[in-house]
């Protein structure tokens, strides 16, 4: 099905009351784990609902491999990932609760943004370019470049049209001068298995099939097009486990560039612009990215996205993550799971800190009427 332009992108929603409808049930403890992209989100979101409903929520971040694994084995009562896939029992429901940009994160001296096109980032990332100063990253960073304003309410919000688009204001150009230091690119991946990296590697394999020919992997050093081990690689490519562990070795390591949750660019970390089809350049917002998301299709459950989609301002890097939930338990604590669940997809998770932080965004129209739609196959008391 068609996703609706009135998709707001990001981390949330649902019809459903700010607080969720209480249960019978005594106080709580609910547990959760997979997914690092989701971790900034739910962390902050949880804190409001703990203190409305009494009932406590634990994250245990790590990855969504993990978390599929888990959800498989009966561990925790929900798990997270940022990729949908075949659960091992068939009452196991996949709900797309969680939109938001990954970006693609650099430490560069200085204060310059840094603009790249697809292909750029393709090569970069393939090993095909290694210095910062390679011609190709020198021509996407020196001339002109556009980019979109969205008109926005009095509120702040982006408008959108009838047909739920985010309402252009303005298109800026900006001219461009950046000499690019003479040092080699440090490429630093998630060593996990990461729907992060699955989605990331999607973008490539999508656009770039030739050069990323290898099966598509949740693991970045499975999905690299050449051989990660080789010499010229060792030292010059790292891993680290999870989006907590890239951002952290990045902020020690000049002339890096990995990816993670918009949160994690901070420090000496900036977030890169990336081209789209369209022409013009876009970072990591939840406008940009749901101007991205109001593309896709929805494909047996899982999203499909449009690469070159020309919406203006789109960010192309754009991700659906899941809440797994299976929806055969019944208790206290699958009926408090179902009330977190619906607070994680209402405007007041929305709105909360690590939502704003992480280019979350409240979810609305068609994805909202397919959420509701999973939701009301939860168990509520």
């Known amino acids: 099905m068609k996703l609706s332009r009135l998709v707001k992108i990001a981390a949330v929603a649902v019809a459903a009351l700010a607080l969720g409808a209480q249960t019978a049930f005594a106080a709580v403890t609910i547990t959760a784990g997979g997914s690092s992209f989701d971790a900034p989100l739910l962390n902050s979101c949880k804190v409001a609902w703990q203190t409305s409903t009494g009932n406590t929520f634990t994250y245990n971040s790590s990855d969504s491999g993990t978390g599929q694994k888990n959800e498989d084995a009966g561990i925790f009562d929900s798990n997270w990932s940022d990729s949908s896939y075949t ?6 429901l996949q709900i797309p609760v969680v939109m ?41 960073n020196n001339g002109s470049a556009t980019s979109v304003v969205y008109a926005k309410d009095a509120s702040g919000q982006v408008k959108k049209d009838a047909s739920g688009n985010p309402v252009v204001l303005r298109t800026v150009v900006t001219q461009r ?6 040092q080699p690119i440090h490429l630093i991946a998630r060593s996990d298995a990461s729907g992060t990296t699955k989605n990331f590697v999607t973008l490539f394999k999508t656009q770039f099939p030739s050069l990323w020919t290898k099966a598509l992997d949740k693991t970045f050093a ?6 990660i081990n080789d010499p010229a690689n060792i ?12 951002a952290a070795l990045m902020n020690k ?5 990995g990816y993670a949750e918009t949160s994690y660019a901070t420090g000496s970390i900036r977030a890169a612009l990336i081209q789209n089809a369209n022409g013009d350049f876009a970072g990591p917002t939840a406008a940009a990215t749901a101007a991205f998301v109001g593309s896709a299709t929805v494909v047996n459950g899982g999203y499909k996205f449009d690469y070159n989609t020309k919406t203006p301002g789109a960010y192309v890097l754009g991700i659906v993550s899941y809440v797994l939930v299976d929806s055969a338990a019944s208790g206290a604590n699958a009926a408090a799971t179902t009330d977190f669940i619906k607070y994680v997809l209402s405007p007041a998770c929305s709105t909360s800190a690590g939502a704003v932080a992480g ?3 409240q979810v609305s129209g068609s994805v909202l009427a397919y959420d509701n739609s999973l939701i009301a196959k939860l168990p509520t008391k």
């Open 253 to 257: 390591t000049p002339y890096s560039i």
């Open 359 to 361: 280019g979350f965004a």
């Open 87 to 92: 659960p091992a029992k068939a009452s196991v």
């Open 222 to 227: 499975n999905d690299f097009p050449g051989n």
């Open 177 to 182: 001068h950046y000499t690019l230091p003479n």
């Open 100 to 140: 938001a940009p990954i970006a693609v994160i650099y430490n560069l001296p200085g204060n310059k943004d840094l603009y790249l096109s697809q292909k750029t980032l393709s090569d970069i990332f393939a090993g095909v370019v290694t210095k910062w100063n390679d011609p190709e990253i020198a021509a996407d």
């Open 235 to 246: 030292g010059r490519i790292q891993t680290a486990s999870g989006s907590t562990g890239v």
